[in-house]
């Protein structure tokens, strides 16, 4: 048996010390018009990680599904799987944030909240319901970015703030009408994102599980 320190065994460690580790690719499992889902895809798309997108349709009620609530026993999108080890089930971990966005804006017009409202009243208060929110915290973000003159939010870079900005914008303008006019600061930095090529690759519609004409 060669002992520790014979060119036999150094030659051995040598080849287990540089042996190419197995390849771990990231699954995202993701709704193409979760905003949850959207700011992800963005960090991963701003970082270059490579990821295999598993579209769950949140309409089809595929979250409820057994094989995904062992993911994530919430049921909620996104969830992230580096490898088949480890699962991160919520965009704040992901992100290690909450914001004005996170916390008073984006839950209030989750499909859970929305159809309650539409099951208990009727479409037109739903909608009445997400503009009302949507306003609200616009207002408050407008104010607190006034007077802005950088690039995007926080900066001349993309920062954690732009990735739950632009989402909730973004939906307030495709999904839910929302006037922009009274929201200029908040407006112009929507176009500066438009034009970023990470925020373009993240966009809804041009996500696998998109329909082809998505009534967003």
């Known amino acids: 048996m060669a002992s520790s320190g014979s060119p036999e065994a150094r030659q051995t460690h040598g080849e287990i010390a540089g042996a190419a580790a197995p390849e771990r690719r990231l699954k995202l499992y993701s709704f193409w018009r979760s905003s949850c889902s959207y700011r992800v895809r963005i960090v991963l798309s701003l970082k270059g990680l490579d990821y295999e997108y598993k579209p769950i349709n949140l309409l089809a009620n595929e979250q409820s599904h057994p094989e995904f609530e062992k993911l994530n026993p919430m049921k909620y999108v996104p969830a992230l799987v580096d490898g088949d080890d480890t699962v991160v089930v919520d965009s704040f971990a992901i992100l290690l944030i909450a914001s004005?966005?996170?916390?008073?804006?984006?839950p209030l017009q989750n499909n859970s909240v929305l159809?309650?409202?539409?099951?208990?009243l009727d479409s037109q208060e739903k909608v009445n319901w997400i503009q009302y929110h949507l306003n609200r915290?616009?207002?408050?973000?407008?104010?607190?970015?006034?007077?802005?003159?950088?690039?995007?939010?926080t900066g001349d870079e993309i920062q954690l703030g732009d990735l739950f900005l632009e989402p909730q914008i973004y939906g307030g303008i495709k999904r839910f009408g929302i006037d922009m006019t009274n929201y200029p600061t908040l407006?112009?930095?929507h176009e500066a994102y438009m034009e970023h090529p990470a925020f373009q690759a993240a966009l809804p519609e041009r996500q696998p599980d998109a329909p082809s004409s998505p009534e967003i």
């Open 100 to 106: 004005i966005v996170g916390s008073s804006i984006q």
């Open 115 to 120: 159809d309650f409202i539409e099951e208990k």
């Open 137 to 153: 915290g616009f207002t408050a973000l407008e104010k607190m970015l006034k007077g802005c003159t950088t690039t995007y939010a």
């Open 187 to 189: 407006a112009r930095l």
